[in-house]
Protein backbone atom coordinates (compact mmCIF):
# COMPACT_ATOMS: atom_id res chain seq x y z
CA UNK A 1 0.00 0.00 0.00
CA UNK A 2 3.11 2.53 0.95
CA UNK A 3 5.27 1.13 -2.02
CA UNK A 4 3.79 2.84 -4.81
CA UNK A 5 2.03 6.63 -4.87
CA UNK A 6 -0.87 6.20 -6.79
CA UNK A 7 -2.84 9.63 -5.62
CA UNK A 8 -1.77 12.68 -3.27
CA UNK A 9 -3.97 14.96 -1.89
CA UNK A 10 -2.02 18.64 -0.22
CA UNK A 11 -4.54 21.08 1.23
CA UNK A 12 -3.14 24.71 2.34
CA UNK A 13 -5.29 26.87 4.86
CA UNK A 14 -5.01 29.06 7.64
CA UNK A 15 -6.26 28.95 10.76
CA UNK A 16 -7.44 32.17 13.25
CA UNK A 17 -8.20 31.92 16.53
CA UNK A 18 -12.21 32.87 16.84
CA UNK A 19 -11.78 33.48 20.60
CA UNK A 20 -9.45 32.01 23.33
CA UNK A 21 -7.51 28.82 22.43
CA UNK A 22 -4.55 26.92 24.15
CA UNK A 23 -2.66 23.86 23.38
CA UNK A 24 -0.93 23.09 26.57
CA UNK A 25 2.75 22.33 26.91
CA UNK A 26 2.44 19.76 29.28
CA UNK A 27 5.19 21.30 30.89
CA UNK A 28 5.70 22.12 35.38
CA UNK A 29 6.09 25.45 35.89
CA UNK A 30 8.49 24.31 38.39
CA UNK A 31 9.89 26.96 40.73
CA UNK A 32 8.70 30.21 38.86
CA UNK A 33 5.65 32.08 40.07
CA UNK A 34 5.49 34.48 37.55
CA UNK A 35 4.86 31.97 35.10
CA UNK A 36 0.80 30.83 34.70
CA UNK A 37 -0.26 27.48 35.45
CA UNK A 38 -0.63 26.17 32.23
CA UNK A 39 1.60 26.93 29.40
CA UNK A 40 0.84 26.63 25.49
CA UNK A 41 3.43 24.89 23.70
CA UNK A 42 6.41 26.54 22.43
CA UNK A 43 9.27 26.02 19.81
CA UNK A 44 10.86 28.42 17.31
CA UNK A 45 9.81 29.66 14.25
CA UNK A 46 10.92 27.83 10.98
CA UNK A 47 11.53 31.01 9.53
CA UNK A 48 12.45 33.59 11.87
CA UNK A 49 14.20 31.28 14.27
CA UNK A 50 12.09 33.01 17.46
CA UNK A 51 10.28 31.71 19.96
CA UNK A 52 6.82 31.32 19.11
CA UNK A 53 3.61 29.24 20.02
CA UNK A 54 2.03 26.78 17.31
CA UNK A 55 -0.37 23.87 16.59
CA UNK A 56 1.70 20.79 16.97
CA UNK A 57 0.34 18.37 14.04
CA UNK A 58 0.12 15.52 16.48
CA UNK A 59 -2.21 17.76 17.84
CA UNK A 60 -4.37 18.69 14.68
CA UNK A 61 -4.16 14.93 13.80
CA UNK A 62 -5.55 13.68 17.24
CA UNK A 63 -8.37 16.35 16.82
CA UNK A 64 -9.54 15.52 13.34
CA UNK A 65 -9.16 11.67 13.96
CA UNK A 66 -11.43 11.81 17.27
CA UNK A 67 -13.77 13.66 15.25
CA UNK A 68 -13.83 11.20 12.06
CA UNK A 69 -14.67 8.64 14.30
CA UNK A 70 -17.40 10.43 15.92
CA UNK A 71 -19.05 10.49 12.40
CA UNK A 72 -18.46 7.47 11.17
CA UNK A 73 -20.05 5.71 14.78
CA UNK A 74 -22.88 8.85 14.31
CA UNK A 75 -23.61 6.80 10.83
CA UNK A 76 -22.44 3.40 11.17
CA UNK A 77 -23.08 1.94 14.99
CA UNK A 78 -20.27 1.37 17.68
CA UNK A 79 -19.19 -2.37 16.01
CA UNK A 80 -15.21 -2.22 16.13
CA UNK A 81 -14.62 -3.35 12.97
CA UNK A 82 -16.49 -0.25 11.62
CA UNK A 83 -14.55 2.13 13.85
CA UNK A 84 -12.57 0.43 16.82
CA UNK A 85 -11.24 1.96 20.10
CA UNK A 86 -7.74 2.68 19.15
CA UNK A 87 -7.08 2.56 22.98
CA UNK A 88 -8.68 -0.14 23.87
CA UNK A 89 -9.21 -3.84 24.16
CA UNK A 90 -11.27 -3.62 20.14
CA UNK A 91 -8.37 -1.98 18.54
CA UNK A 92 -7.81 -2.96 15.21
CA UNK A 93 -3.65 -2.97 15.94
CA UNK A 94 -4.92 -5.35 18.71
CA UNK A 95 -7.01 -7.80 16.54
CA UNK A 96 -4.82 -7.91 13.84
CA UNK A 97 -2.03 -9.38 16.48
CA UNK A 98 -4.19 -11.42 18.29
CA UNK A 99 -5.25 -13.11 14.22
CA UNK A 100 -1.61 -13.79 13.59
CA UNK A 101 -1.04 -15.21 16.75
CA UNK A 102 -3.32 -17.67 16.72
CA UNK A 103 -1.91 -18.78 12.86
CA UNK A 104 -3.61 -16.50 10.34
CA UNK A 105 -0.66 -15.21 9.30
CA UNK A 106 -2.42 -12.63 7.21
CA UNK A 107 -0.59 -10.63 3.89
CA UNK A 108 -0.39 -7.04 4.19
CA UNK A 109 -3.13 -6.58 2.00
CA UNK A 110 -5.57 -8.91 4.45
CA UNK A 111 -4.41 -6.63 7.15
CA UNK A 112 -5.54 -3.64 5.54
CA UNK A 113 -8.86 -5.72 4.50
CA UNK A 114 -9.41 -5.90 8.63
CA UNK A 115 -9.10 -2.43 9.43
CA UNK A 116 -11.71 -0.11 10.42
CA UNK A 117 -12.31 3.18 8.33
CA UNK A 118 -10.90 5.29 11.11
CA UNK A 119 -7.57 3.45 11.22
CA UNK A 120 -7.32 3.07 7.40
CA UNK A 121 -6.98 6.90 7.26
CA UNK A 122 -5.22 7.33 10.29
CA UNK A 123 -3.07 4.42 10.53
CA UNK A 124 -2.55 1.79 14.00
CA UNK A 125 0.32 -0.07 15.41
CA UNK A 126 0.91 -2.24 12.17
CA UNK A 127 0.13 -0.06 9.36
CA UNK A 128 1.27 3.55 8.61
CA UNK A 129 -1.54 5.87 7.94
CA UNK A 130 -2.72 7.98 4.85
CA UNK A 131 -3.58 11.37 6.59
CA UNK A 132 -0.48 13.78 7.87
CA UNK A 133 -0.70 16.84 9.12
CA UNK A 134 2.20 19.44 9.69
CA UNK A 135 2.76 21.65 12.80
CA UNK A 136 0.82 25.36 12.05
CA UNK A 137 2.91 27.90 12.84
CA UNK A 138 1.74 31.45 13.02
CA UNK A 139 2.96 33.51 9.77
CA UNK A 140 4.93 36.04 12.77
CA UNK A 141 6.52 34.59 15.52
CA UNK A 142 4.36 34.75 18.22
CA UNK A 143 5.11 34.30 22.26
CA UNK A 144 3.27 37.22 24.01
CA UNK A 145 0.19 35.94 25.39
CA UNK A 146 -2.63 37.43 27.38
CA UNK A 147 -3.41 35.26 30.71
CA UNK A 148 -6.83 33.98 31.53
CA UNK A 149 -7.76 33.07 35.49
CA UNK A 150 -9.08 30.73 36.14
CA UNK A 151 -11.17 28.78 39.47
CA UNK A 152 -12.03 25.20 40.32
CA UNK A 153 -15.72 24.80 41.58
CA UNK A 154 -16.73 21.85 44.42
CA UNK A 155 -18.95 19.68 42.80
CA UNK A 156 -20.52 19.07 46.03
CA UNK A 157 -20.67 22.75 47.46
CA UNK A 158 -21.07 24.30 43.99
CA UNK A 159 -18.70 26.92 45.61
CA UNK A 160 -14.54 27.49 44.80
CA UNK A 161 -12.27 25.00 46.11
CA UNK A 162 -9.73 26.11 48.50
CA UNK A 163 -6.36 27.21 46.78
CA UNK A 164 -8.62 26.66 43.47
CA UNK A 165 -6.65 29.56 41.34
CA UNK A 166 -5.13 29.48 38.35
CA UNK A 167 -3.92 30.67 35.34
CA UNK A 168 -3.33 29.99 31.09
CA UNK A 169 -2.09 31.23 28.58
CA UNK A 170 -4.60 31.44 25.58
CA UNK A 171 -3.89 32.61 21.86
CA UNK A 172 -6.15 35.02 20.83
CA UNK A 173 -4.64 36.37 17.28
CA UNK A 174 -2.37 35.38 15.00
CA UNK A 175 -2.66 33.06 11.46
CA UNK A 176 -1.75 29.69 11.96
CA UNK A 177 -0.52 27.91 8.49
CA UNK A 178 -2.69 24.87 7.92
CA UNK A 179 -0.98 21.50 5.90
CA UNK A 180 -2.79 18.54 5.75
CA UNK A 181 -2.24 15.72 2.99
CA UNK A 182 -3.76 12.44 2.24
CA UNK A 183 -1.55 9.98 0.22
CA UNK A 184 -2.75 6.51 -1.47
CA UNK A 185 -6.79 7.89 -0.40
CA UNK A 186 -9.90 6.27 -1.70
CA UNK A 187 -13.06 8.91 -2.54
CA UNK A 188 -14.96 8.16 0.78
CA UNK A 189 -12.00 9.05 3.14
CA UNK A 190 -11.29 12.32 1.59
CA UNK A 191 -15.64 12.82 2.12
CA UNK A 192 -14.90 12.23 5.67
CA UNK A 193 -11.83 14.78 5.75
CA UNK A 194 -14.41 17.43 3.69
CA UNK A 195 -17.14 16.91 6.38
CA UNK A 196 -14.59 17.21 9.48
CA UNK A 197 -13.08 20.09 7.44
CA UNK A 198 -16.33 21.77 7.84
CA UNK A 199 -17.32 20.97 10.78
CA UNK A 200 -14.24 22.98 12.45
CA UNK A 201 -14.60 25.91 10.31
CA UNK A 202 -18.49 25.54 11.60
CA UNK A 203 -17.48 25.60 15.38
CA UNK A 204 -18.55 21.76 16.01
CA UNK A 205 -15.24 20.85 16.04
CA UNK A 206 -13.07 22.90 18.63
CA UNK A 207 -9.10 22.64 18.97
CA UNK A 208 -6.88 22.55 22.47
CA UNK A 209 -7.61 22.36 25.96
CA UNK A 210 -11.03 23.52 27.75
CA UNK A 211 -13.65 23.37 25.11
CA UNK A 212 -16.66 23.37 27.68
CA UNK A 213 -14.98 26.43 28.77
CA UNK A 214 -15.33 28.24 25.52
CA UNK A 215 -12.06 27.87 24.14
CA UNK A 216 -10.55 26.43 21.07
CA UNK A 217 -12.86 27.85 18.30
CA UNK A 218 -11.10 28.51 15.10
CA UNK A 219 -12.26 30.24 11.69
CA UNK A 220 -10.90 28.40 8.74
CA UNK A 221 -9.45 30.11 5.21
CA UNK A 222 -8.72 27.52 2.56
CA UNK A 223 -6.22 29.10 0.20
CA UNK A 224 -4.92 26.31 -1.98
CA UNK A 225 -6.10 22.50 -2.97
CA UNK A 226 -3.81 19.86 -4.98
CA UNK A 227 -4.16 16.64 -5.89
CA UNK A 228 -1.72 14.91 -7.87
CA UNK A 229 -1.01 11.47 -9.68
CA UNK A 230 2.44 10.74 -9.57
CA UNK A 231 4.21 8.30 -11.83
CA UNK A 232 2.08 9.14 -14.84
CA UNK A 233 2.35 11.35 -18.11
CA UNK A 234 -0.81 11.62 -18.64
CA UNK A 235 -3.63 13.22 -16.72
CA UNK A 236 -5.89 10.47 -15.83
CA UNK A 237 -9.41 11.58 -16.25
CA UNK A 238 -10.36 15.32 -17.00
CA UNK A 239 -9.75 18.11 -15.20
CA UNK A 240 -13.15 17.64 -13.05
CA UNK A 241 -12.44 14.08 -12.13
CA UNK A 242 -11.27 13.36 -8.40
CA UNK A 243 -9.90 9.23 -9.33
CA UNK A 244 -9.26 7.06 -5.65
CA UNK A 245 -6.78 4.44 -5.88
CA UNK A 246 -9.31 1.67 -7.08
CA UNK A 247 -10.09 4.33 -10.15
CA UNK A 248 -6.17 4.12 -10.49
CA UNK A 249 -5.58 0.18 -9.86
CA UNK A 250 -8.49 -1.90 -10.12
CA UNK A 251 -6.17 -4.89 -8.86
CA UNK A 252 -5.82 -3.19 -6.02
CA UNK A 253 -9.51 -3.26 -4.92
CA UNK A 254 -10.05 -6.97 -4.47
CA UNK A 255 -7.04 -7.82 -2.31
CA UNK A 256 -7.01 -4.63 0.13
CA UNK A 257 -10.98 -4.68 0.60
CA UNK A 258 -11.13 -1.06 -1.02
CA UNK A 259 -14.53 0.73 -0.07
CA UNK A 260 -15.25 3.15 -3.08
CA UNK A 261 -17.50 0.46 -4.68
CA UNK A 262 -18.97 2.83 -7.84
CA UNK A 263 -17.45 6.12 -6.36
CA UNK A 264 -13.56 6.00 -6.75
CA UNK A 265 -14.05 8.67 -9.93
CA UNK A 266 -16.26 11.63 -8.74
CA UNK A 267 -16.94 14.64 -11.05
CA UNK A 268 -16.50 18.08 -9.21
CA UNK A 269 -18.32 20.95 -10.57
CA UNK A 270 -15.43 23.50 -11.00
CA UNK A 271 -12.57 22.20 -13.19
CA UNK A 272 -9.15 22.31 -11.60
CA UNK A 273 -6.44 23.93 -13.13
CA UNK A 274 -3.35 22.07 -14.39
CA UNK A 275 0.19 22.64 -12.31
CA UNK A 276 2.79 24.04 -14.70
CA UNK A 277 5.20 21.27 -16.32
CA UNK A 278 3.35 18.65 -13.68
CA UNK A 279 2.92 16.33 -16.67
CA UNK A 280 6.71 16.95 -17.98
CA UNK A 281 8.02 15.83 -14.75
CA UNK A 282 5.31 12.40 -14.27
CA UNK A 283 3.28 14.07 -11.85
CA UNK A 284 0.44 15.59 -13.28
CA UNK A 285 -1.51 17.67 -10.72
CA UNK A 286 -4.73 19.35 -10.31
CA UNK A 287 -5.11 22.64 -8.56
CA UNK A 288 -7.52 24.74 -6.93
CA UNK A 289 -6.78 28.08 -5.09
CA UNK A 290 -10.27 29.58 -4.76
CA UNK A 291 -11.99 29.48 -1.44
CA UNK A 292 -15.75 28.37 -2.57
CA UNK A 293 -14.12 26.19 -5.72
CA UNK A 294 -12.06 24.14 -3.06
CA UNK A 295 -15.32 24.03 -0.47
CA UNK A 296 -17.47 23.14 -3.93
CA UNK A 297 -14.50 20.46 -4.50
CA UNK A 298 -14.35 19.30 -1.15
CA UNK A 299 -18.30 18.19 -1.27
CA UNK A 300 -18.48 16.79 -3.97
CA UNK A 301 -16.15 14.04 -2.39
CA UNK A 302 -18.68 13.60 0.14
CA UNK A 303 -20.81 11.88 -2.05
CA UNK A 304 -18.77 8.70 -1.83
CA UNK A 305 -18.72 8.67 2.08
CA UNK A 306 -22.73 8.75 1.48
CA UNK A 307 -22.49 5.70 -1.14
CA UNK A 308 -20.84 4.25 0.92
CA UNK A 309 -23.13 4.35 3.86
CA UNK A 310 -26.01 3.95 2.03
CA UNK A 311 -24.76 0.21 0.77
Avoid at 215 to 234: M, S
Wanted: net charge neutral.
Amino acid sequence: MHKMRLNELHLKGTLTPDGPILVKSGGEIGADPTLPNMNFVRTLHPQSGEPTIYLPGSSLKGAFRSHIERIIRTMLGEDPTVCCDPLGRSSCGKRIEGMNRSGMNLSTAEEYKELCHACRIFGHLVHAGHFVAADAYPREALNILPVRQGVAIDRFSGSSKTNALFDMEVAVEGQFELNISLVNFEIWQMGLLALTLRDLAEGRLLLGFGKSRGLGKVTVLLENLNIAYPGRFDLPGSDRDLLGMAALMESLRQPYGLKDGQTSKVSTPVAGKLAEESIQWGRPALVWDEEQAIWDVLKASVSAWSGLVSN
